[in-house]
């Protein structure tokens, strides 16, 4: 296993120090009520340089709040091409290195995103315009093999999850993304079964997951059925898919006074999504999860009171699968959260979708979480 160099552990160092002034979490804590069912909570996390006001293992409070409530962490941007492939010849795995350092320090384990994003906004330049020669089919299956084998050679078993497909799924239409590899391999479906295969050979001991954010709100209809298309494709063609990472960034997007009405009404037709996907022999991760609050008004309480109300029905559902392992936030903390500056509020006001605020005190969102995972149907573990 190659070593990881002395700038990554000295970066891991940072999180080292007193645990910080962050609230202490009340008991019991998150990662305490998942394992009780034989899960697994976690969080996003990021790199930083000590004293960084991020969502960094470097920032104490952040870096306390993880170690009370996670047992596993995931990248939030680390681990995807952008980041650790400047070109084709070259990797930068610097802020990678010492993010995986301090969790294994630390005691967490670590999930892998993304081996592919499949998603040609999110590719770098490098591999948008590149020349694939006279034998395009070969050479960017050589690529996606190499980014593959030097990741997972990398890591080892320090990393036990992957996502090795994110996004490939349009959702406007439901048909699979076009990119500058699918185009030179032929196809889209080439280039997901070839990463699968490469992930299962270079990484025999992880679970293999596609990653995807079709979720249970309206108009998510073609994204479903396109991403049920997908697995059905890869069971009938002997793809190693193990997994569907479901990222569960669900939102309230209207103007409603009742979160947990409309969540009743969602119910059905995500449960005959999730139905299907398990009848395949797909187990199921929550891989981001957060809450959208747009349509929730501006005051706090009344804010707070529907997006834990909508999350705690969502988690219901999701937990009472037995085939259901990791469940994954996205993020910690208001103050950190993508959902600002992604997915800002048309009246400007800071989303609330996180389990902690800006002030890293506990809302009733990790209440409706606490329940949840306290209540779950006990995981079924993968044969």
């Given at each position: 296993m190659p070593t990881i160099d002395r700038r990554a552990l000295l970066a891991a160092g940072l999180g080292l120090f007193a645990a910080g002034t962050a609230t202490a979490a009340p008991s019991p804590t998150l990662k305490q009520a998942a394992a009780s069912k034989g899960r697994r909570f976690g969080s996003a996390f990021a790199f930083g340089t000590r004293g960084a006001d991020a969502g960094t293992f470097a920032n104490p409070d952040y870096a306390a709040l993880l170690r009370r409530e996670c047992a596993v962490l995931v990248p939030e941007n680390e681990m995807k091409w952008q980041?650790?492939?400047?070109?084709?010849?070259?990797?930068?795995?610097?802020?990678?290195?010492?993010?995986?350092?301090?969790?294994?320090?630390?005691?967490?384990?670590?999930?892998?995103?993304?081996?592919?994003?499949?998603?040609?906004?999110?590719?770098?330049?490098?591999?948008t315009t590149h020349d694939f020669?006279?034998?395009?089919?070969?050479?960017?299956?050589?690529?996606?093999?190499?980014?593959?084998?030097?990741?997972?050679?990398?890591?080892?078993?320090?990393?036990?999850?992957?996502?090795?497909?994110?996004e490939a799924v349009d959702p406007d239409t439901g048909q699979l993304r076009q990119t500058a590899l699918s185009h030179a391999m032929g196809g889209t479906e080439p280039v997901l079964d070839h990463a699968f295969r490469t992930a299962r050979a270079a990484a025999p001991h992880a679970e293999l997951v596609y990653n995807d954010y079709m979720s249970w709100e309206d108009r998510n209809q073609h994204h479903r059925a396109g991403v049920l298309t997908l697995l059905e494709g890869f069971r009938k063609r002997g793809v190693p898919v193990d997994t569907l990472g479901v990222q569960s960034h669900i939102g309230l997007f209207a103007p409603t006074t009742d979160a947990g009405a409309l969540a009743?009404?969602?119910?059905?037709?995500?449960?005959?999504?999730?139905?299907?996907?398990?009848?395949?022999?797909?187990?199921?991760?929550?891989?981001?999860?957060?809450?959208?609050?747009?349509?929730?008004?501006?005051?706090?309480?009344?804010?707070?009171?529907?997006?834990?109300?909508?999350?705690?029905?969502?988690?219901?559902?999701?937990?009472?699968?037995?085939?259901?392992?990791?469940?994954?936030?996205?993020?910690?903390?208001?103050?950190?959260?993508?959902?600002?500056?992604?997915?800002?509020?048309?009246?400007?006001?800071?989303?609330?979708?996180?389990?902690?605020?800006?002030?890293?005190?506990?809302?009733?969102?990790?209440?409706?979480?606490?329940?949840?995972?306290?209540?779950?149907?006990?995981?079924?573990?993968?044969?």
């Open positions: 980041a650790i492939r400047p070109a084709a010849d070259r990797f930068d795995f610097a802020r990678f290195d010492a993010m995986v350092a301090w969790a294994h320090v630390n005691g967490f384990a670590i999930r892998g995103h993304t081996l592919f994003w499949a998603y040609s906004r999110w590719f770098p330049e490098w591999l020669g006279h034998r395009p089919a070969i050479a960017a299956a050589a690529i996606l093999t190499d980014h593959i084998d030097t990741v997972t050679a990398r890591y080892g078993q320090r990393i036990d999850s992957y996502d090795v497909v994110n009743r009404r969602l119910e059905p037709g995500w449960r005959e999504f999730l139905d299907a996907v398990v009848a395949m022999g797909y187990r199921l991760l929550v891989t981001e999860l957060d809450v959208r609050d747009k349509g929730l008004p501006v005051a706090i309480g009344p804010r707070d009171r529907g997006v834990a109300d909508f999350a705690r029905a969502y988690l219901d559902i999701m937990l009472s699968y037995p085939a259901l392992g990791d469940v994954i936030a996205w993020g910690m903390s208001d103050r950190y959260s993508w959902l600002r500056t992604f997915e800002p509020r048309p009246d400007g006001a800071p989303a609330r979708g996180c389990a902690y605020d800006n002030a890293f005190r506990p809302k009733p969102l990790r209440s409706a979480m606490l329940g949840a995972l306290t209540n779950a149907a006990s995981r079924r573990r993968p044969r």
